[in-house]
């Protein structure tokens, strides 16, 4: 049974910042491409930042709202994600979603339906 759980969500002031994590267990996230997504209270889960999976060319990709100011990085050892987030925005508070898969094409990359996998989501809520 394939899980991803979540962690390091909060609450944070406008211009700081968190660093989020995703474990995964049930498979090993090497060969897969591993995924932030997140969603604001009535607005549609979005694109955040992706890990490409190697065989792909292992680049990361990042949404226009958040280049810049997040990073993401994975520990395939560990089989972990991290989404190093800074700068933060009120506009950034959402439910932050990691997410894999390992068949999806590289255009897909940024549409939710892509991916298999997902994880139950942490709070990241910015006090302006």
């Known amino acids: 049974q394939v899980q991803l759980v979540e962690s390091g969500g909060g609450l944070v002031q406008a211009g700081g910042s968190l660093r989020l994590s995703c474990v995964a267990s049930?498979?090993?996230?090497?060969?897969?491409?591993m995924a932030w997504f997140r969603q604001a209270a009535g607005k549609e889960r979005e694109f955040v930042a992706v890990?490409?999976?190697?065989?792909?060319?292992?680049?990361?990709y990042y949404s226009d709202s958040v280049r810049g100011r997040f990073s993401i990085s994975r520990d395939n050892a560990n089989n972990k994600v991290y989404l190093q987030m800074n700068s933060l925005k009120p506009e950034d508070t959402a439910i932050y979603y990691c997410?894999?898969?390992?068949?999806?094409?590289?255009?897909?990359?940024?549409?939710?339906?892509?991916?298999?996998?997902w994880g139950q989501g942490t709070q990241v809520t910015v006090a302006s």
């Open positions: 997410a894999a898969d390992r068949s999806a094409i590289l255009s897909d990359y940024g549409r939710h339906g892509a991916y298999d996998y």
């Open positions: 890990s490409w999976r190697p065989s792909g060319g292992g680049r990361s």
């Open positions: 049930g498979i090993t996230i090497r060969p897969y491409a």
